[in-house]
């Protein structure tokens, strides 16, 4: 059953006085789109609103977004100095990303470096990895670790090197090992509550106002495969 977050539920992992750091669901949208549905960050605002009991409307920074299908970490600034320092270190790639996915074919090797150029297709909103350079295609690049063995999937950790869109579902399609559920890239079956499994686990980075290094990590859905890694 799909749990949808909600200003009361919402799973709040870090909270100051200048971000907000939450566990995002399967299906939790972070930004406003066409769909038209309310995005987290408008649940995120309600649920601060009413704990400070702040009049007016408050101020919450989209500083990045993760995949709706995907689940963890994603924060948000409630000052405008902290989103500019936030932006500034996401886009200089000064924080350390860490993502845990499972896989439906084991990758050949334990542990590898993937190096791919992604080629986005705007039309279907999917990415395609190449391994040679394509007119309009951008470097991508991660290392993984297989980190467990189940039953019929298997559980890596990733390190990001770039941020593409779509990038590691792209990337482990090309080796072929798909990600569980994700349809969009050659899984062979959805997940029942529409999502993939893909979390962002963990995040490390320089507080935009403290300077203290903090380090999040985000528990995994409650679900019998994740239970398991």
Do not use: C
Request: zero cysteines; charged letters at 30%.
């Amino acid at each position: 059953m799909k749990i949808v977050s909600t200003k009361d539920n919402l799973q709040v992992l870090h909270e100051d006085n200048h971000i907000i750091v939450i566990n995002k669901r399967v299906g939790d949208i972070v930004q406003g789109d066409k769909t038209g549905d309310k995005p987290l960050s408008d649940i995120v605002k309600e649920y601060i609103k009413e704990k400070y009991n702040k009049p007016g409307d408050v101020f919450l920074g989209v500083i990045h977004r993760l995949d709706r299908p995907t689940t963890g970490i994603v924060v948000f600034a409630r000052t405008s100095k902290a989103l500019s320092r936030m932006n500034e270190l996401f886009s200089n790639r000064e924080t350390k990303k860490t993502y845990w996915a499972v896989v439906k074919n084991k990758p050949k090797e334990a542990k590898a470096k993937l190096v791919h150029y992604l080629k986005r297709n705007e039309k279907n909103n999917t990415s395609k990895a190449h391994s040679k350079e394509v007119p309009d295609s951008k470097l991508a690049s991660l290392d993984y670790t297989i980190i467990k063995e189940l039953q019929n999937y298997t559980a890596l950790e990733i390190n990001l090197h770039t941020g593409r869109h779509h990038q590691i579902r792209a990337q482990l399609t090309a080796i072929g090992s798909p990600i569980k559920g994700d349809l969009k890239y050659g899984a062979d079956r959805s997940n029942p509550d529409g999502g993939i499994h893909l979390h962002a686990r963990k995040l490390t980075f320089v507080h935009p106002v403290s300077k203290e290094n903090i380090t999040i990590i985000a528990p995994t859905p409650d679900d019998p495969i994740w239970n398991a890694v």
